[in-house]
């Protein structure tokens, strides 16, 4: 089901113009519930890369995260 879901939101990314990470961390840091974001990145080129999860910030709309939480819902229960 994970699997299933990830391959759902990929679509997702590339319409935003990022990658899976990079929507996973906007995600993250567009929830209101959380202060701080670890990106992770073990390389610099990776922390660049991470970085441009800042960019799709304001293109995650009500309706956007409305489908993201209709993936990813059935995965919480």
């Known amino acids: 089901a994970k699997n ?25 840091a567009k929830n209101p519930n959380v ?14 890369q991470n970085l441009g999860a800042l ?3 304001d293109q995650l709309t009500p309706e956007v995260m409305a489908r993201i939480d209709a993936i990813t819902a059935p995965l919480a229960e």
Do not use: N, R
Request: no cysteine.
């Open 35 to 48: 202060s701080t974001v670890i990106t992770g990145a073990s390389k610099l080129e990776q922390l660049h």
């Open 4 to 28: 299933e879901a990830v391959a759902k939101l990929q679509p997702i990314a590339a319409e935003l113009g990022g990658t899976l990470a990079q929507l996973a961390l906007a995600w993250v």
């Open 55 to 57: 960019a799709l910030l």
